[in-house]
């Protein structure tokens, strides 16, 4: 007697649908479309990265950052340039990384309305790049890695609105205004000057984020309003010790709390500025992530090369990317710094080796 063969149930048929389907729930999870070839692959060929400059604490702590990553492994790096506030060295220094076979760049370019044939050019030859810190005007980009520049001259506007209770006479040290960074910071500050502290006179004094132009102009506005009672540096990084020195000299660095203190807001939060803050010099800076930006200025060259792409949405670092003409960005957070939160152990400042 032959016996029936016993049928056994079917096996799982895994389907490319199905797959795509499991992409799109990741996808809606958070804003990482990692399912795409080659995302998971290694990361392979040159990173060619530029540095916008060197006569910064704050720039200098981003670089240290970026060092470190590389020594890492996050990327394999050709070596670092430096472009040194000048739009004409950075496209030289684009041209040379391109010669020495770069698959992606990392670039912060202080003049955002000058780069686009660069990226342009970029783009044609399939090399995609991250924008540091700024937001290139026009051209294609793989991801900004960016604080929200106009949260930072909001903030700075609350916090002087309240401290002088709505009153008095406050000078603003302006970036360079062919910059994203710099028109965000103005207009947002100005924007609420207007609508919430109608009462305070801003002083508008436009540095190209040069100390010396700021300590000047500030000069020059003390001479004709003394009673001057705050200002908003933009850059702590190049403003911070060009202006103390200049309201030492003056005898108007006073605590707070006493007779003639001028408030004093910045931004950066290096740790320069959270010592001022400590040694009642200042009163508040917003902190804008020196480590976080060449973390994920490192992380993002590594998926680009990897070819992963991007959505809009909440990510698992606690920012938010954004679509942009050209791209995307990733905005990552910066918190107020006060006397309240200065030695908070998560400011990026307060992780440093003390040399």
Same mark, same amino acid.
Not at 65 to 94: F, R
Not at 197 to 203: A, H, L
Not at 280 to 306: E, F
């Given at each position: 007697?032959?016996?029936?063969?016993?049928?056994?149930?079917?096996?799982?048929?895994?389907?490319?649908?199905?797959?795509?389907?499991?992409?799109?729930?990741?996808?809606?999870?958070?804003?990482?479309?990692?399912?795409?070839?080659?995302?998971?692959?290694?990361?392979?060929?040159?990173?060619?990265?530029?540095?916008?400059?060197?006569?910064?604490?704050?720039?200098?702590?981003?670089? #240290?950052?970026?060092?470190?990553?590389?020594?890492?492994?996050?990327?394999?790096?050709?070596?670092?340039?430096?472009?040194?506030?000048?739009?004409?060295? +950075?496209?030289?220094?684009? #041209?040379?990384?391109?010669?020495?076979?770069?698959?992606?760049?990392?670039?912060?370019?202080?003049?955002?309305?000058?780069?686009?044939?660069?990226?342009d050019g970029l783009a044609e030859k399939k090399i995609p790049v991250v924008s540091v810190d700024t937001r290139p005007d026009q051209g294609q980009v793989y991801m900004v890695v960016r604080a929200d520049n106009w949260a930072y001259g909001k903030k700075a506007c609350e916090y002087l609105g309240e401290q002088l209770k709505g009153k008095g006479k406050v000078a603003e040290l302006q970036g360079a205004l062919d910059s994203i960074n710099g028109r965000d910071r103005s207009e947002a500050f100005a924007r609420c000057m207007?609508?919430?502290?109608?009462?305070?006179?801003?002083?508008?004094?436009?540095?190209?984020?040069?100390?010396?132009?700021?300590?000047?102009?500030?000069?020059?506005?003390?001479?004709?309003?003394?009673?001057?009672?705050?200002?908003?540096?933009?850059?702590?990084?190049?403003?911070?010790?060009?202006?103390?020195?200049?309201?030492?000299?003056?005898? +108007?660095?006073?605590?707070?709390?006493?007779?003639?203190?001028?408030?004093?807001?910045?931004?950066?939060?290096?740790?320069?500025? +959270?010592?001022?803050?400590?040694?009642?010099?200042?009163?508040?800076?917003?902190?804008?992530?020196?480590? +976080?930006?060449?973390?994920?200025?490192?992380?993002?060259?590594?998926?680009?090369?990897?070819?992963?792409?991007?959505?809009?949405?909440?990510?698992?670092?606690?920012?938010?990317?954004?679509?942009?003409?050209?791209?995307?960005?990733? #905005?990552?957070?910066?918190?107020?710094?006060?006397?309240?939160?200065?030695?908070?152990?998560?400011?990026?400042?307060? #992780?440093?080796?003390?040399?």
């Open positions: 007697m032959l016996r029936t063969p016993r049928k056994r149930p079917p096996r799982p048929h895994r389907t490319r649908t199905t797959t795509a389907v499991a992409c799109a729930v990741l996808l809606t999870a958070t804003a990482v479309a990692g399912c795409n070839r080659g995302s998971d692959g290694a990361a392979t060929g040159k990173v060619g990265i530029d540095m916008p400059r060197t006569d910064s604490d704050f720039w200098n702590s981003y670089q #240290q950052y970026l060092e470190k990553g590389i020594t890492g492994g996050e990327v394999s790096a050709l070596p670092l340039s430096n472009s040194q506030n000048d739009i004409g060295k +950075l496209v030289a220094n684009v #041209q040379s990384f391109t010669d020495q076979g770069a698959k992606a760049v990392v670039m912060a370019p202080q003049d955002t309305g000058a780069i686009a044939s660069t990226l207007r609508q919430n502290y109608p009462d305070i006179k801003v002083f508008e004094l436009p540095t190209d984020w040069k100390g010396d132009v700021a300590s000047a102009k500030l000069q020059s506005t003390l001479a004709q309003h003394p009673d001057l009672n705050g200002i908003y540096m933009q850059a702590g990084g190049v403003f911070l010790q060009p202006t103390l020195a200049l309201l030492e000299q003056k005898k +108007l660095l006073k605590p707070a709390g006493t007779k003639g203190h001028i408030t004093i807001i910045s931004n950066d939060g290096i740790p320069q500025e +959270l010592d001022a803050i400590r040694e009642g010099k200042i009163d508040a800076t917003v902190s804008q992530p020196a480590d +976080l930006y060449a973390k994920y200025a490192l992380h993002y060259a590594r998926h680009a090369l990897q070819g992963t792409t991007f959505k809009p949405g909440p990510t698992d670092h606690d920012s938010k990317i954004v679509k942009i003409p050209g791209g995307l960005e990733d #905005q990552l957070p910066a918190p107020l710094v006060t006397k309240q939160n200065v030695d908070d152990e998560k400011l990026w400042a307060n #992780q440093l080796e003390k040399p």
